[in-house]
């Protein structure tokens, strides 16, 4: 069983009957999707109750964005990059990244790793589509999990610090390989009085911490802005 208590044989069932409706009406949109997955769910009832788990939690789901932010329909689209074809979404725009990922995943039927990338930068699943840069009819690339080198960049990089109000830049050297949090780190051995409240910055967006120099977008001599909670305060 998974954790929605549907046993693999019944999911397979699934999503080989999903595919068959996919193949039958290529242009089946979202309200045609819960429709095929109802018929399924009463043909498969009587035979694995889990189903029920299932079924409730898609129907929350849809009832959750149906009433999300009351946002506007957008389009997105995902362009595989290991075969060209293009699948495409329809998504409330108040919508979160994991959502557009699942309803693809419903249409493309793929179980493979996969990575999805926006503007050359891994997509964060928690985050809402707005706060990830995404807008109506933006397209997303998708790869497969193993298309993507599994060893880390190699080498040392080099990332500028650059504290707001001060022309003392400070350079650091750090693996390629290694989290942003180790950059950082290097930093504030080199720094005199740190502040603790610093945030970190780089295009326009506050770093994480945990994610890896690729994952953040950091490339060799990339420049990173230094602020402090005191230089918000003073801006309001």
Same mark, same amino acid.
């Given at each position: 069983?998974n =954790?929605?208590?549907?046993?693999?044989?019944?999911?397979?069932?699934?999503l080989?009957?999903m595919?068959?409706?996919?193949?039958n009406?290529?242009?089946?949109?979202?309200?045609?999707?819960? =429709?095929?997955?109802?018929?399924f769910?009463?043909?498969?009832?009587?035979?694995n109750?889990?189903?029920?788990?299932?079924?409730?939690?898609?129907?929350?789901?849809?009832?959750?964005?149906?009433?999300?932010?009351n946002?506007?329909?957008?389009?997105?689209?995902?362009?595989?990059?290991? +075969?060209?074809?293009?699948?495409?979404?329809?998504?409330?725009?108040? +919508?979160?990244?994991?959502?557009a990922?699942?309803?693809?995943?419903?249409?493309?039927?793929?179980?493979?790793?996969?990575?999805?990338?926006?503007?050359?930068k891994?997509?964060?699943?928690?985050?809402?589509?707005?706060?990830s840069?995404?807008?109506?009819?933006? @397209?997303?690339?998708?790869?497969?999990?193993s298309?993507?080198?599994?060893?880390?960049?190699?080498?040392?990089?080099?990332?500028?610090?650059?504290?707001?109000g001060?022309?003392?830049?400070?350079?650091?050297?750090?693996?390629?390989?290694?989290?942003?949090k180790d950059?950082?780190?290097s930093?504030?051995?080199?720094?005199?009085?740190?502040?603790?409240?610093? *945030?970190?910055?780089?295009?326009?967006?506050?770093l994480?911490?945990?994610?890896?120099?690729?994952q953040?977008?950091?490339?060799?001599?990339?420049?990173?802005?230094? *602020? @402090? @909670?005191?230089?918000i305060?003073?801006a309001?």
């Amino acid at each position: 069983m998974n =954790n929605n208590g549907i046993d693999p044989e019944t999911y397979n069932k699934f999503l080989q009957f999903m595919q068959q409706q996919n193949m039958n009406n290529p242009n089946m949109n979202m309200n045609n999707m819960m =429709n095929n997955q109802n018929m399924f769910y009463n043909n498969n009832m009587m035979f694995n109750p889990g189903m029920n788990n299932f079924m409730n939690m898609n129907n929350t789901n849809q009832n959750q964005s149906q009433g999300q932010n009351n946002g506007q329909d957008w389009t997105l689209y995902f362009v595989r990059k290991y +075969d060209n074809n293009k699948i495409t979404i329809q998504i409330n725009s108040g +919508d979160t990244v994991a959502s557009a990922i699942s309803r693809y995943k419903i249409k493309s039927l793929e179980e493979i790793p996969l990575i999805f990338t926006y503007n050359g930068k891994p997509l964060n699943s928690q985050l809402s589509l707005s706060a990830s840069g995404l807008q109506n009819n933006a @397209t997303i690339t998708v790869e497969k999990g193993s298309s993507i080198p599994n060893k880390a960049p190699q080498g040392f990089w080099t990332f500028i610090f650059e504290k707001k109000g001060e022309n003392k830049p400070i350079s650091v050297q750090v693996e390629a390989s290694k989290k942003v949090k180790d950059a950082i780190n290097s930093y504030k051995s080199k720094v005199n009085n740190f502040d603790p409240t610093m *945030i970190f910055i780089f295009n326009s967006k506050t770093l994480n911490e945990e994610w890896t120099m690729s994952q953040a977008g950091l490339r060799d001599n990339s420049k990173i802005l230094v *602020i @402090t @909670t005191g230089d918000i305060e003073g801006a309001n």
